[in-house]
């Protein structure tokens, strides 16, 4: 984690709310050299107010933890948002419509980037072509990802960048590339990229997550994600420049790598398998759409001898593992590797899985006995739940109700961090607590202040700091300033349904999140006592 010079000033921030366990009554908070200082009272405010450089009046806004966002892809993101969007396109001729204009648009790009197709939510119910999306831009090269980035369609003019990729596993002519296929013309569309549209790219999604009281990010990078030199540039422009932290993670089984490129972890989308969109999530049982149950990446034995490397080096392991097969090869291979190096050590080094997506009781609970970080995207829920969504129709509804079931993790005493996997869904931290607080399956909900700690304090426990994602003296300076409508105390007795605003429960007040209510607006945004964002007019 790249940790900044603290700067000097002393900066007293008042007549507002803040959201602080040391004081669920706070409406004021000092900050000093980077830290938290001091939280409490209106009144006690007062004796600070003479010794600060500078005085905040929060005019009744609402002061948070900044959010982390526990798994992010930074360069995909600012060239998505720079990029060609489809995932608001309702049917594939609009997606193609979409094409033709930003190809006439974009005449000077080497390769046209797109990505959030989604074959699920459009009644064609298939993907372009590659003659649609030939005749669409010109026969220019184009590279279009599937909303969850594990499949693309291309135009023959990028195959023609990728020398070898018919041959390679995932390439069926008329069909999305997937597995090697795909990573072949993935590497030579981002070849395309210079380096000052790699930068550029960079720094605009780190504005956007800043804009959006978003802190900290945590990049999954790797091999076949991006490349060593958008990683090591990520990592010394987020050091150099003011804006989110930047948590840097490399998916090789290459512990000497990851540590040589500063990551903390050779871990994030090592992948075990695929997704369930495109069909390459590790089932147990066929898909209920496609005859086969996905690809294995990994299996048991090389995930514990990668989770033993890591271990001994004393990085963070990691692996994305979506499929019910999957997770069960990562619980597998870490309780092997537990057997080797001892459970102790093992849990100490808060080894993580991305999405964990298909869970039974039986590998929530080796969760919680091998230390493991479950990080998981709640949005997922929220586009693809629901007994008529993307997930119903590649698992048949019955399988679909068990996924993401973050009430059982967290009863299971399962760190939970969230995040977005941006872009597969947007940077959007509001609507991540709120998806986790009202998750299709109501079973699977969580209260809104799980939903948010997992949002704040997870991202930072993941990590392996206790100290920091909340406002209490000695953390860190992250905060975010919210404009937003009167806040509420959710009722213990019920997590979702009941609200109490009643003051003697002692507990901080959030955002009332009920679908249909308005998300609160960012004002600012501060990393270790430095402003990285101010929404204009404020």
């Known amino acids: 984690m790249n940790e900044r010079?603290?700067?000097?000033?002393?900066?007293?921030?008042?007549?507002?709310?803040?959201?602080?366990?040391a004081d669920p009554f706070a409406t004021a908070m000092v900050v000093e050299r980077g830290q938290v200082a001091w939280v409490g009272s209106e009144g006690a405010a007062d004796a600070f107010a003479a010794g600060v450089d500078e005085v905040v009046d929060l005019d009744g806004a609402l002061v948070t933890p900044a959010f982390t966002d526990a798994h992010v892809h930074t360069t995909a993101t600012g060239l998505a948002l720079t990029g060609l969007d489809l995932s608001g396109a309702p049917s594939l001729q609009a997606a193609l419509a979409l094409v033709r204009d930003f190809a006439a648009a974009r005449p000077d790009d080497r390769v046209l980037l797109g990505h959030g197709w989604d074959t699920a939510r459009w009644p064609e119910?298939?993907?372009?072509?590659?003659?649609?999306?030939d005749e669409a831009t010109g026969g220019r090269p184009l590279y279009l990802t599937r909303i969850d980035v594990h499949s693309a369609v291309v135009t023959?003019?990028?195959?023609?960048?990728?020398?070898?990729?018919?041959?390679?596993?995932?390439?069926?002519?008329?069909?999305?590339?997937?597995?090697?296929?795909?990573?072949?013309?993935?590497?030579?569309?981002?070849?395309?990229v210079t380096p000052d549209q790699r930068t550029a790219a960079q720094r605009a999604a780190l504005a956007h997550a800043a804009s959006l009281g978003i802190g900290s990010v945590h990049e999954c990078a790797g091999p076949e994600i991006s490349s060593e030199d958008d990683f090591a540039g990520l990592l010394r422009l987020a050091a150099q420049e003011p804006g989110p932290?930047?948590?840097?993670?490399?998916?090789?089984q290459d512990v000497d790598k990851a540590r040589r490129l500063g990551a903390v972890g050779a871990a994030g989308d090592l992948f075990v398998d695929g997704s369930i969109g495109s069909h390459t999530a590790c089932l147990h049982e066929p898909y209920t759409d496609a005859a086969h149950t996905g690809i294995a990446y990994l299996d048991a034995g090389a995930v514990a001898a990668h989770v033993v490397a890591c271990t001994e080096a004393g990085l963070q392991a990691g692996f994305h593992a979506i499929g019910d097969a999957a997770v069960v090869a990562v619980v597998e291979g870490v309780r092997t590797a537990a057997e080797k190096v001892g459970l102790t050590r093992v849990r100490a080094a808060r080894h993580r899985v991305e999405h964990a997506e298909m869970l039974t009781p039986e590998t929530v609970a080796a969760f919680a006995e091998l230390g493991l970080t479950a990080s998981v995207q709640p949005a997922f829920d929220a586009l693809w739940g629901g007994d008529d969504g993307m997930y119903a129709q590649r698992l048949?509804?019955?399988?679909?109700?068990?996924?993401?079931?973050?009430?059982?993790?967290?009863?299971?005493?399962?760190?939970?961090?969230?995040?977005?996997?941006?872009?597969?869904?947007?940077?959007?931290?509001?609507?991540?607590?709120?998806?986790?607080?009202?998750?299709?399956?109501?079973?699977?909900?969580?209260?809104?202040?799980?939903?948010?700690?997992?949002?704040?304090?997870?991202?930072?426990?993941?990590?392996?700091?206790?100290?920091?994602?909340?406002?209490?003296?000695?953390?860190?300076?992250?905060?975010?300033?919210?404009?937003?409508?009167?806040?509420?105390v959710q009722a213990p007795d019920d997590r979702v349904a009941r609200w109490s605003t009643d003051p003697r429960s002692g507990t901080p007040g959030l955002p009332d999140l009920t679908p249909g209510t308005e998300l609160p607006v960012c004002l600012r945004t501060v990393v270790g006592g430095r402003t990285v964002f101010v929404r204009p007019g404020e």
């Open 245 to 252: 932290r930047v948590v840097g993670y490399w998916a090789e």
């Open 156 to 192: 023959t003019a990028l195959l023609d960048l990728a020398p070898g990729v018919r041959d390679k596993a995932g390439f069926a002519d008329g069909e999305p590339l997937t597995r090697d296929a795909h990573h072949a013309v993935r590497a030579a569309a981002y070849a395309a």
């Open 125 to 133: 119910r298939r993907a372009p072509r590659r003659d649609e999306l």
């Open 396 to 488: 048949g509804a019955e399988r679909a109700r068990t996924l993401n079931p973050f009430a059982a993790l967290l009863r299971a005493g399962v760190p939970l961090a969230f995040g977005s996997d941006s872009p597969v869904t947007p940077l959007d931290p509001w609507g991540t607590v709120r998806a986790a607080a009202f998750h299709r399956t109501p079973g699977h909900r969580v209260s809104v202040r799980a939903a948010f700690t997992a949002h704040t304090r997870g991202g930072w426990r993941a990590v392996g700091r206790d100290d920091a994602g909340v406002l209490v003296p000695g953390a860190p300076a992250d905060y975010a300033v919210w404009r937003t409508d009167e806040l509420i």
């Open 5 to 21: 010079t603290a700067p000097q000033q002393t900066v007293l921030l008042r007549r507002g709310e803040v959201h602080s366990p």
